[in-house]
Structures are given as structure tokens and as C-alpha cells.
């Protein structure tokens, strides 16, 4: 599967931003998908991730409430909802996805990357 995410941008700290993923392949709904991402001088982290099916979500607790992640396999996308955004949620932002229905939290348990987007929040 190949991932392309969109959607970065810049946004002030209270505000909104959605992500998106856009996925190829046929395969896409096979997949554990996720969003993980990477501030400058630290290593990328967890962010959320969603089953194939779309019925389990999971969530880093420095997201968990202001964060939504979810997936439309009809037609390949995944999206990351970021509400009421904090100065410390400036990072790339990667989409990512693994060819097992078992969820993984760790970087290292995905083999498909997006190419990354920037979001900056200004405080």
C-alpha cells in the first residue's frame, strides 16, 4: 500500500486541523492504520491508530479527547480530526499503515509510510 498525507498547514493554538491519508491499493481495508509524528529534536512518537474495520481507535493520552482518527475504506482514506490544537502538537505528521489487524503503538511495527505533513501551531 502507498500513503500520501495532506492537510498540514499552520493553525493557532485552540483551533482545528484535519489530516488526510489517501491510500492506494486494493488491499487498504486489510490494513492497521495509524498517524504518528515527529517535532524537531525528538523522535517520532504515537499519535493514534485504528483497526481494519474501524471499530477499535487507540490514542496517545497526550491526544486522547482532542484528537479523532478514522477511515473510510470505500474509498481509501484515513483522517486525523485535531481539535482544540496545542503549541506542543507542532510536528510532521506521518500516516502509516501495518498488514496485520493487530494494532501497534511502536514506530517499528509499521512497514508503510506517508511522506509526511507539517502542522505549526503559533501560540
Known amino acids: 500500500v502507498q500513503l500520501q498525507a495532506s492537510g498540514g498547514g499552520l493553525v493557532q493554538a485552540g483551533g482545528s486541523l484535519r489530516l488526510s491519508c489517501a491510500a492506494s491499493?486494493?488491499?487498504?481495508?486489510?490494513?492497521?492504520v495509524g498517524w504518528f509524528r515527529q517535532a524537531p529534536g525528538k523522535e517520532r512518537e504515537f499519535v493514534a491508530a485504528i483497526t481494519w474495520s474501524g471499530g477499535f481507535t487507540y490514542y496517545a493520552d497526550s491526544v486522547k479527547g482532542r484528537f479523532t482518527i478514522s477511515r473510510d475504506n470505500a474509498k481509501n482514506w484515513l483522517y486525523l480530526q485535531m481539535n482544540n490544537v496545542k503549541a506542543e502538537d507542532t510536528a510532521v505528521y506521518y500516516c502509516?499503515?501495518?498488514?496485520?489487524?493487530?494494532?501497534?503503538?511502536?514506530?517499528?511495527?509499521?512497514?508503510?509510510w506517508g511522506q509526511g505533513t507539517l502542522v505549526t501551531v503559533s501560540s
Open positions: 502509516a499503515a501495518r498488514s496485520t489487524r493487530v494494532v501497534a503503538t511502536a514506530a517499528t511495527g509499521y512497514g508503510y
Open positions: 491499493g486494493r488491499t487498504f481495508s486489510s490494513y492497521t
